[in-house]
């Protein structure tokens, strides 16, 4: 089945700057890469995806590159706030199945 | 999107007992799904809600202890039986509106559980 690996599991980062998480998965037939963002005690939001048809997909601060051929993903925020502070999750989708697999998450601190 | 209405939000329970959790959404969705997720850790996948037939479990999770039923498209239940102190976590429900490639999973609010 499917494996999604995320590093780094913490990540501090000064207000303003950028952030960038990195995942990699390991079932080619999934062509799905959602990104969640969840805030303490609250549910998972989805926050950006990218299909297997792009590699690249921006919405404002927020990011995300994909590459197929080495089954990596990555999220990047640029210009960090201190909202953004939360645990980010990267998943992976497969076409046949549909579930998404979760990468065990990156704590993400932005500092004052 | 699709809202998804999970009840109940938190429970404490005594250990050897069983909670049912319910999951309504408010429109038609391909699929269903029951996450667990433990205190600081990811989401685990435990199951697919199938309608109409056996769930499709994971590794590491069984009907015995998490029974799933899905009687229709929108609603779902889990089951956490003979319950010990290990099983306390929070546990959520999600949808998929399509399969495919157009995928996308939305969640529940989560039921906070606590095993005593």
């Known amino acids: 089945g499917e494996n999604v690996e995320q590093h780094p599991s913490t990540l501090s980062v000064q207000e303003g700057d950028s952030a960038v998480i990195k995942c990699t998965y390991s079932d080619s037939a999934s062509n799905y890469f959602p990104w969640y963002k969840q805030e303490l005690g609250k549910r998972p939001q989805l926050i950006i995806d990218?299909?297997?048809?792009?590699g690249e997909k921006k919405d404002q601060r927020i990011a995300v590159t994909l590459n197929k051929t080495a089954k990596h993903f990555s999220l990047h925020i640029t210009e960090t706030q201190p909202e953004d502070s939360a645990v980010y999750f990267c998943a992976a989708s497969s076409v046949v199945e549909g579930k998404i697999i979760f990468g065990k998450g990156t704590r993400l601190h932005i500092l004052p | 999107s699709a809202v998804i209405s999970q009840k109940p939000s938190r429970d404490i329970c005594q250990r050897g007992t069983s909670l049912t959790i319910q999951c309504q959404v408010d429109s038609q969705v391909t699929m269903m799904f029951w996450y667990r997720q433990q205190p600081g850790q990811s989401l685990t996948l435990i199951a697919t809600?199938?309608?109409?037939?056996?769930?499709?479990?994971e590794s590491g999770f069984v009907i015995d202890k998490f029974p799933i039923s899905r009687p229709n498209l929108t609603f779902s239940t889990l089951t956490v039986s003979n319950m010990s102190p290990e099983d306390s976590s929070i546990y959520l429900c999600?949808?998929?509106?399509?399969?495919?490639?157009?995928?996308?999973?939305?969640f529940g609010q989560g039921t906070r559980l606590t095993v005593v």
């Open positions: 809600a199938n309608q109409g037939s056996e769930a499709t479990y």
């Open positions: 999600s949808a998929t509106r399509y399969g495919g490639i157009d995928t996308e999973a939305f």
């Open positions: 990218i299909r297997s048809n792009v």
